[in-house]
């Protein structure tokens, strides 16, 4: 078995570590071009695998060394693998970091999504994006990737005011799948949603309004882009105007679902109705 | 209006605050008989308004009281309400507690599933029920209540493997149904489906297997209990066995959608399936 050549680092202001110091204060992922962090096994495995993005370094702990040896032999030979004592990396890190296995990922230029469709647009056959506008929170965005991922969704598109989905907790959430679905994020959600109705999907923007048609009684269409706004304040009112808006039916008394849960009961629906018309 | 007398209290070390006391550090709610903390203004209007418990006290800081008046209103008289300046509040807490509203329940007994089914069956019309084994994640839980309040569950059952619906986190995921909502906890898993069963009630056990029926092909029945099992191992073989095994269809190359969001797909369904047969 090919055994990765790994470098021993010992001092926690190591230069080569910079990527690594406190990671839990910065978002290493603002900006286009930026690092970003993927952490533990599982993580590192998706990106070793499936992810789109190119790793930059490894960094584990000591002790992690042996038991991922046979994962260490997928890492590209050009992709430096740093090693050092827990204590070092815990200071590294600023935290305790019982993983004990960290990689920093490049996160490259992510199109906005008028331009994710101008060159990603599908020709054929039935199609289905996740469209998200301010979500901010990095829970919520992280969950709608691995529900647009587990429902067979081709890609989820995100305007500007949603946050990162490459920043540490997003990706753990969202079980690595932001780091292999593919995505846009950028500008406004109105650019957004037109771009999408230019590419010719049907936009449902979901909302719990009275006078939204309800989830079950819509034929689904061969194009379908499911549209989410942030918890609390919901879709703006140009959005839905823009868009058919689309209603989940709930108890009278209690009618609030999580955001990403409500993305993964349509996106659950839709694949369940392409899979049996 | 009413203002409910508030008692001003300057010292941490009060003994009437012990119930607030380094709240992050405790879980109160083990055993029954023992107290729960809800925290921020719509946690407490939801248990002032609609809860299902007897609270003990409250606990704000001294800049609330004002905005708070008319929800202050709603306290019943013999329900003290303690006031501390918001440095006072942080020390007693143990962290900055920004919202200033923290309130101490009593939890009183709560029936294991059987006895519940014993006393509270339904005798007509639909009913439905989730049931919970070996949940041990407060989010999930939490989000669980949330999902089978929106999508009018009857109650929700659990095991005695599943963490406590009213630790303070699962009370705030839960948007505060699990202040509401009736529940049952304890015993074991095989116990909850026999006794719904016994009760009347289908089971259906929600796994990725793939010899389980898919969701969209089933009738759904007048009395029916979903039954989730812990993320990562799911349900244990024998209560998958006795039950009726059910799959959500994914996409096949990452099937996994978190466990309340597996609940909250399911229960959209049934839910959906009663409203329009």
Redesign the interface.
């Known amino acids: 078995m090919a055994m990765h050549m790994a470098m021993e680092v010992d001092q926690a202001d190591d230069p080569r570590l910079q990527a690594y110091t406190s990671i839990r204060e910065k978002d290493l992922t603002s900006g286009h071009g930026a690092r970003f962090i993927i952490e533990g096994k599982v993580t590192l495995e998706t990106a070793l695998r499936r992810g789109r993005f190119k790793l930059e370094s490894l960094f584990l702990a000591a002790s992690r060394l042996e038991p991922l040896a046979d994962l260490l032999a997928e890492v590209p030979a050009d992709v430096p693998v740093y090693v050092a004592p827990q204590d070092v990396m815990d200071t590294v890190v600023g935290f305790p970091m019982h993983r004990g296995v960290l990689a920093c990922g490049i996160k490259g230029e992510i199109p906005f999504p008028a331009n994710f469709l101008d060159a990603d647009a599908k020709t054929g056959g039935p199609s289905t994006l996740l469209m998200l506008s301010g979500l901010s929170n990095h829970d919520n965005v992280g969950?709608c990737f691995?529900?647009a991922?587990?429902?067979?969704a081709d890609a989820v598109l995100m305007d500007g005011q949603c946050c990162d989905p490459l920043y540490r907790k997003a990706i753990r959430v969202s079980?690595g799948?932001s780091l292999w679905l593919p995505y846009a994020h950028g500008g406004t959600g109105a650019d957004m949603v037109h771009a999408a109705q230019a590419a010719g999907y049907e936009v449902w923007a979901m909302t719990p309004r009275a006078k939204a048609q309800?989830?079950?009684?819509l034929r689904v269409p061969e194009k379908l882009a499911i549209l989410l706004g942030a918890e609390g304040p919901g879709l703006p009112d140009d959005l839905i105007a823009a868009a058919t808006p689309v209603r989940?039916?709930?108890?009278s008394?209690?009618?609030?679902?999580?955001v990403?849960?409500a993305g993964?009961?349509t996106l659950?629906?839709v694949?369940?109705a392409r899979?049996?018309p």
Chains 1, 2 share one sequence.
Do not use: K, Q, Y
């Not at 991922?149 to 067979?152: D, Q, R, S, T, V």
């Open positions: 969950a691995r529900n991922a587990a429902f067979g079980s799948a309800t989830l079950g009684t989940i039916p709930m108890s008394g209690f009618d609030s679902v999580n990403a849960t993964a009961i659950a629906h694949f369940g899979e049996s």
